[in-house]
């Protein structure tokens, strides 16, 4: 079983661990939220807003810088693990000495405890760039796809007792900081390579052409993932923001499942057209079909069904997140373009692409929320998934000039998968309509997955065949249709 295990593909690597990560999550959250309730979502949504800093501006930079270095050696890792151990302690401290501050802001003095006893957080998080770089540049995601599946599991597993024994939002706390420690501990331990710290000059000038402009991509990102919520936190109160947040948890499902495995792999298959573009328009296309064709129904289905599943899972103080939970998966499928093209700038080295992009994208969210905020949680929301549908603008552009992407290319590669979801989505729409009277939401939800997941397999074949055809390929044999005899 094991030996099969470590056949698979990069690709399958990442979509067993997210498909994991999300579904244990969501199991987590039907127990936990209607015992917790909005308000202590909220709050670990806005100490999450600091905490996640490091991971989005210190992690992922240093990992894609390690990863982007041709010749690297050990003074790379060390040196960069250096940096990134001081600055994880100074954002760590800063935290620390503005916790009341923050409180004060928000009104909420419980933050204070919060987030002092989760500013070493930061530190930690940094810690893992090393090695997940090490195995990333080998495809090698056996390690990190298992130190996820211990750690989520282990510290779901405490905050799961921790809220059955009435600790409120520390029950989230202690889950979320269990589970940094161990992702810290579990990586070191399987990936065989020393902990050494140490700083040279030419080194860090090299990383830095890298990860610079990745640093200030990712500051985009993250400022385009937490600012929304700290202003709805702040205009509208934690309770608002619980259900902002368990919108946005949905739509990162669907982004962790269908979209983020692929780009984590085209990422580094993009490098082969670094310094040649033939055959880049073909890739490109082949990337998108497969992005969109997981994706489109996830977001159409999902946004059909999401009612029933509410009904079905949550109590009445979630009811008022069906529409925004609604939105913000629709809001997912022109993201589709923005990490695709994404992985192909990234292949040819257009660091500083992604970092304008991202600005971009952090500005014109900034602006949205502020401007959306005050009329409410339902504007607001509708406003943020709408937008990345007119910023996709940037990363065509952005493909074509460096890239010789063809746009043209980029939105027909798309179209038969949107075709098949928007049927799927009229179907079942249609079966909820003719069910609902007749059915109890658990079972209702049951029939009309059932139902979505046929048609669009259906339709799969007729208007996706390249992609049904690679699909079932990957199939066990004994779940392969047998050929027909002569």
């Known amino acids: 079983m094991f030996g099969r295990l470590r056949k698979l593909s990069p690709t399958s690597w990442l979509t067993a661990q997210n498909l994991f990560k999300q579904g ?47 010749n690297i050696n050990e003074s790379y890792y060390a040196t960069m693990t250096t940096v990134n151990v001081v600055s994880g302690l100074i ?10 501050l923050i409180a004060a802001n928000f009104h909420e003095p419980d933050l204070t405890s919060i987030l002092r006893f989760m500013s070493p957080l930061p530190m930690l998080t940094v810690l893992t760039s090393a090695p997940n770089a090490a195995c990333r540049r080998e495809l090698n995601m056996e390690p990190l796809v298992t130190r996820m599946l211990i750690s989520t599991t282990l510290a779901g597993i405490v905050g799961l007792v921790l809220t059955f024994l009435h600790f409120g939002v520390w029950a989230l706390v202690w889950q979320a900081t269990l589970q940094r420690v161990l992702n810290v501990a579990i990586l070191w331990r399987l990936v065989k390579m020393p902990f050494r710290l140490g700083f040279s000059a030419p080194h860090f000038q090299e990383l830095r052409r890298y990860g610079g402009p990745m640093a200030l991509s990712q500051v985009m990102a993250w400022a385009a993932d937490q600012i929304p919520r700290y202003i709805l936190g702040f205009f509208l109160g934690a309770s608002e923001l619980g259900l902002f947040s368990l919108a946005g948890r949905l739509a990162d499902i669907v982004l962790q499942l269908a979209v983020s495995p692929r780009f984590g792999v085209a990422r580094i298959e993009m490098r082969e057209f670094r310094d040649k573009h033939d055959g880049i328009n073909e890739a490109m296309r082949r990337i998108l079909m497969q992005m969109s064709a997981l994706t489109f129904p996830l ?23 069906v529409l925004p939970a609604q939105l913000m998966i629709l809001g997912i499928m022109p993201q589709v373009t923005h990490y695709a093209l994404s992985a192909a700038l990234l292949g040819a080295n257009r660091q500083s692409s992604i970092a304008i992009n991202a600005t971009a994208q952090t500005v014109t969210l900034t602006l949205v929320s502020l401007i959306f905020a005050p009329l409410g949680l339902y504007a607001a929301t509708a406003a ?13 552009v952005f493909a074509r000039r460096y890239c010789s992407i063809e746009p043209k290319r980029v939105f027909t590669a798309q179209l038969p998968a949107l075709l098949a979801a928007c049927i799927t989505g009229v179907v079942t729409f249609a079966a909820l309509w003719i069910l609902a009277p007749y059915m109890n939401s658990v079972g209702l939800l049951a029939a009309l997955v059932v139902i979505g997941g046929a048609t669009y397999a259906m339709l799969a074949t007729q208007l996706l065949p390249e992609f049904t055809t690679q699909f079932t390929a990957k199939l066990p044999a004994r779940f392969r249709r047998a050929p027909r005899a002569s």
Request: aromatic content about 12%; glycine content about 8%; proline content about 8%.
């Open 24 to 70: 244990f999550a969501i199991l987590l959250f039907a127990i936990q939220a209607p015992l917790l309730g909005p308000h202590a979502f909220g709050l670990i949504a806005l100490v999450m807003v600091f905490i996640a800093f490091c991971e989005y501006v210190l992690e992922i930079p240093a990992t894609d810088a390690l990863v982007s270095v041709s």
């Open 91 to 100: 954002i760590g401290a800063l935290i620390f000495a503005f916790a009341p």
């Open 299 to 321: 977001c159409i289905g999902g946004a059909v069904v999401m009612p029933v599943l509410f009904s079905a899972w949550l109590n009445a103080r979630w009811a008022g997140g």
């Open 384 to 396: 943020i998934a709408t937008r990345p549908l007119v910023t996709s603008v940037f990363p065509v």
